[in-house]
């Protein structure tokens, strides 16, 4: 278990590795608790189906309900997350740019795609039910998703054609304009990936404000201050909720108690590990297990 969470930059090929495209179905709580902050190289469209989730994208919290859209450019840090006590069921479309253009340095590359692949490259990414153009990125996503698990002569051309016309309409609307200075915000996020990977790696063991200050060789208060403003959040809840997800995922694939579970995932205290289980889950961590298997 643990070694799948060593780092948070997932590198597993989406879809076929001639075909990089696929769809994904994610339920909030029934099947997993959500998603920590992580990045990818695929662009990603999330479709909300029933219910309420939460995403961290762009540094900004979004509270995305039924009917909204969410979008990810590739490479930027995200998340997805339970809304309170809700129960949402969603959809994740993800494809890279090389299914539309093989060659990255091709004119046609170069001129469409190469942007999105920019520090903060939208300026629009969070897209509600009922606005022009949710209506018809909506229509393309629901269309992809209804056909998801179909594999007729002419699928792949009928992808293609719905990712073409949602990628043009992104360019038009969401993307940032005017050429932005991104060195800044680069290395910002080069620095945010650093102290993640390091979390996803250690998270096991004890680890202080201090060291992960070092991990980005900048001072205790500093750290604290850039934390919040990229992620929205504390370190140290960003932690404990990384915690407790390994701790949730083990709970289902091991027979072993909880408190083995708590102290192998970094809780010094096994009864604070199950107030916080249970304020996370709305279950114990005995329930969670009977309940979900």
């Known amino acids: ?24 179905h994610g339920k909030i709580p029934e099947w997993l608790g959500g998603f920590p902050l ?32 969410a979008l990810v450019a590739p490479r930027t840090v995200h998340s997805i997350e339970r809304h309170k006590d809700e129960a949402g069921e969603y959809f994740n479309i993800l494809f890279s740019f090389s299914l539309l253009e093989e060659n990255p340095e091709s004119w046609c590359f170069r001129k469409y795609f190469l942007d999105f692949f920019e520090e903060g490259a939208l300026a629009l990414f969070h897209l509600k039910k ?29 992808v293609k054609s719905r990712l073409f016309s949602a990628v043009h309409l992104i360019r038009q609307n969401c993307l940032q304009k005017g050429g932005r200075k991104k060195t800044r915000s680069s290395a910002a996020a080069e620095r945010l990936k650093k102290v993640l990977s ?12 201090q060291d992960a200050a070092s991990v980005c060789a900048i001072s205790p208060g500093n750290f604290m201050k850039f934390f919040k403003a990229q992620t929205g959040m504390s370190f140290v809840q960003y932690l404990n909720d990384y915690r407790l997800e390994a ?23 096994v009864s604070y590990f199950i107030r916080s289980f249970r304020k996370k889950f709305s279950l114990s961590p005995r329930e969670y297990r009977k309940r979900r298997l």
């Open 1 to 24: 278990m643990n070694s799948q969470r060593e780092s948070l930059h997932e590198k597993t090929a989406h879809g076929k590795k001639g075909f990089p495209y696929t769809v994904y």
């Open 38 to 69: 992580h990045w990818h190289d695929e662009f990603e469209m999330i479709y909300v189906a029933k219910g309420a989730v939460d995403f961290t994208v762009e540094k900004s919290r979004i509270e995305a309900k039924a009917g909204d859209l």
């Open 130 to 158: 009922g606005s022009a153009l949710n209506k018809k990125l909506a229509a393309a996503a629901k269309d992809l998703i209804r056909h998801s698990r179909q594999n007729y002569t002419g699928y792949e051309l009928m």
């Open 198 to 209: 390091y979390a996803a790696m250690n998270f096991t063991k004890k680890i202080s404000i």
């Open 247 to 269: 701790a949730a995922e083990r709970l289902l694939n091991s027979q072993d108690s909880v408190t083995d579970i708590a102290l192998d995932n970094g809780f010094e205290n």
